[in-house]
């Protein structure tokens, strides 16, 4: 492993160790002393982000498939890498939104235009899942082991399921100690040091500093691309609404 991601993923775990202290979460199984809720997991982090062309930071709000449930934990760095670099393309709508607005950005420093074409060559009725699965031979496979990922809102509701209609909206969107997990975020993008902080989602960003932010880096503030109107074109989406963000 690299150097510097091996740097990057223990000082990660240091953040973490002093949260679960400061906010009486059970170390196997995650649960909040006191409440219903438990921690969801650890952030995604690239095999290839601190080596990334562009440092991409994404920020969704809450978690959606809370993978650990059966075994009533929460999942590790390589837990969460292995879940996401192993599913090669077969992605569900919010990652395939994340994977576009990521070939968007690195296109033309991977020089993997060509993809980018292909992509949106097949936008068919809307669906960037569609589109990646029609494209996939002339997709980059490896495209989101440049990126990090963490969720805004860190906890779920104790035994909840992963079926969809346990996980829509704001059912999880909870603070236990926003001052708190707010600190903790800006403290994981100290040390992320992104050039690109993308916020999938214009909810819960009270309290994390954006303006501070955009003093560091580039900061965009959008809808998630799969969430943003029925039967809209996402990708075109993401070259309206995002895409002029990453040039201020």
Not at 119 to 148: F, M
């Amino acid at each position: 492993m690299d150097n510097h991601l091996s740097e990057l993923e223990f000082n990660i775990k240091k953040l973490f160790e002093d949260f679960f202290k400061d906010m009486n979460i059970d170390n196997k199984t995650g649960k909040v002393d006191g409440t219903s809720l438990r921690f969801s997991g650890y952030p995604y982090i690239g095999r290839n982000y601190v080596n990334s062309p562009i440092k991409i930071l994404f920020i969704p709000l809450d978690t959606g498939e809370d993978e650990r449930n059966y075994e009533n934990t929460y999942h590790s760095i390589n837990d969460r890498r292995n879940i996401i670099e192993g599913c090669g393309l077969s992605f569900n709508p919010h990652m395939a939104g994340t994977y576009a607005t990521a070939l968007y950005i690195l296109k033309e420093k991977l020089g993997i235009q060509f993809s980018w074409d292909a992509l949106w060559e097949y936008r068919e009725n809307h669906k960037i899942c569609t589109a990646i699965k029609k494209a996939e031979n002339i997709l980059p496979q490896d495209l989101l082991t440049y990126v990090a990922y963490e969720n805004r809102f860190r906890f779920v509701t104790d035994g909840r399921g992963s079926e969809k209609k346990e996980r829509q909206g704001g059912k999880d969107r909870i603070w236990v100690d926003a001052k708190r997990e707010a600190q903790l975020l800006k403290d994981e993008i100290d040390l992320f040091s992104p050039d690109i902080i993308v916020f999938q989602g214009k909810d819960g960003l009270w309290n994390c500093g954006v303006e501070e932010l955009k003093s560091k880096c580039k900061v965009v503030i959008a809808y998630h691309p799969s969430c943003y109107q029925y039967k809209a074109d996402k990708l075109q989406y993401i070259v309206n609404n995002i895409a002029p963000q990453l040039i201020i």
